[in-house]
């Protein structure tokens, strides 16, 4: 098994030279795959899994209060909020991945 542990981490390697896709079909996509897509492209994960397939990979998508970085006065899962900064809000995937870093920084402090 590859050694990324960090989502953040995966979802930089997998947008270099790639094209961040929007919708739907992006996280299926090998040409132009939205931010959750290019993490299942760098750690060679088969692009017709799952978001469960992808939760399990990365438990921290698991998290379900967390307050996006477009509003603050709502919280929502994890997987839903980089979904918004991807297809609503048209975040570049390195703006997502320095986002979901503070917050698996501070998961690491609370595990501790």
């Not at 390697?13 to 079909?25: D, F, K, R």
């Not at 477009?70 to 986002?99: F, G, H, K, M, Q």
Request: glycine content about 4%; charged content about 25%; proline content about 5%.
């Amino acid at each position: 098994m590859d050694k990324i542990t960090q989502l953040s981490v995966a979802i930089r390697l997998g947008s270099i030279g790639a094209t961040q896709g929007i919708g739907m079909v992006s996280f299926h996509s090998e040409t132009s795959p939205c931010v959750l897509g290019m993490a299942k492209l760098s750690i060679m994960m088969d692009p017709k899994s799952s978001y469960y397939d992808l939760e399990q990979r990365f438990p921290i998508l698991e998290l379900k209060k967390v307050k996006s970085p477009a509003y603050s006065s709502i919280s929502s899962s994890l997987l839903y909020t980089i979904w918004e900064l991807n297809d609503v809000y048209r975040w570049p995937p390195a703006d997502i991945a320095d986002w979901l870093e503070r917050i698996e920084k501070e998961q690491e402090k609370q595990e501790k």
